[in-house]
């Protein structure tokens, strides 16, 4: 690398955990890869963080028209879901846990859209207009499931749709904490489809202001993480799946510094 390097840039360790995931090649045509592929992450990494258009990438990347190619390109073939989970399991068993988790907590959260274009909602309790995230995390804060749903959408129908993508992958899970939107019949809902116990953790009435709650503290504490990623402060994008992806690289980015760390 010539150029003088960015906070969101792959350090060596973190490029020899990702690169053996990329695709080999660009498309089923057999067409060689031409750009350094390093370089194209570091650029998509970096429009996670900056938050800016593909336009007005730094000029010392490839052009933009390329990375915005690979990024289209790996999230249609699911490259970016399958590094965000290949790095989970990986910060898990770094961070002495076992690969699967046992205990999430679920959440959602509702980001005001930009784009003109695209499915958006209004979130009428919070008075939002765009989407809403739900995402469940794991005892450690990282995410093991996600969907991007209009904002209209409510908690326990976003809910739902996560849990399917769990039902198979996730053996060791017994327990999913939630606050009070997932009241209700989703309790006997989950209990009868998957045998797991959703726990109800409720703010009490007389306290005031913001305050840490047992076990919801990590999951909002996950969406701080997110909002780190400026990309993901607003809905840019006209697919829920491309907001979907950048949140992958978002956790990814997050992960791999862990894993940096603990060599």
């Given at each position: ?17 990702i690169?053996?995931l990329l695709p080999t090649?660009q498309?089923s ?47 249609k073939?699911?490259?970016w ?9 990986k ?38 207009r765009?989407?809403?995230r739900?995402?469940v ?7 093991i ?8 959408v409510?908690?326990?129908?976003g ?6 993508k769990?039902q ?12 009070g939107?997932?009241r209700g ?6 209990k009868?489809?998957?045998t797991w ?8 009435d ?9 076990k ?7 969406n ?27 956790m990814?980015?997050?992960m ?6 603990a060599?």
């Open positions: 690398m010539t150029r003088k390097s960015y906070p969101s840039d792959l350090s060596d360790t973190e490029w020899a955990l690169e053996p090649r498309s045509k057999g067409r060689k890869i031409t750009h350094e592929r390093r370089e194209i992450l570091n650029a998509i990494f970096w429009i996670t963080a900056a938050g800016c258009a593909w336009r007005m990438l730094a000029h010392d990347f490839p052009a933009w028209k390329t990375v915005y190619h690979y990024f289209r390109h790996w999230r073939d699911g490259t879901q399958r590094i965000h989970d290949a790095m989970y399991t910060a898990r068993i770094a961070e002495g846990r076992e690969a699967e988790a046992s205990a999430a907590v679920i959440d959602s959260q509702s980001v005001k859209a930009v784009a003109l274009r695209g499915e958006h909602g209004v979130d009428v309790f919070k008075q939002t765009g989407i809403k739900h995402i995390v794991d005892t450690l804060g990282f995410i499931a996600q969907t991007v749903t209009n904002a209209s409510q908690d326990r129908d809910a739902k749709i996560l849990f399917a769990l198979n992958g996730f053996k060791r899970l017994a327990i999913v904490w939630a606050d939107g997932y019949e989703l309790i006997i809902w989950v009868e489809r998957f116990a959703l726990e109800i953790v409720m703010r009490p007389n306290l005031k202001g913001f305050v840490p709650l047992p919801r503290w990590i999951v909002e504490r996950t701080a993480w997110l909002g780190h990623s400026r990309r993901l402060n607003r809905q840019y994008e006209v697919l829920h799946q491309t907001h979907e992806a950048f949140m992958y690289l978002a990814t980015r997050i791999l510094r862990r894993l940096d760390k060599t």
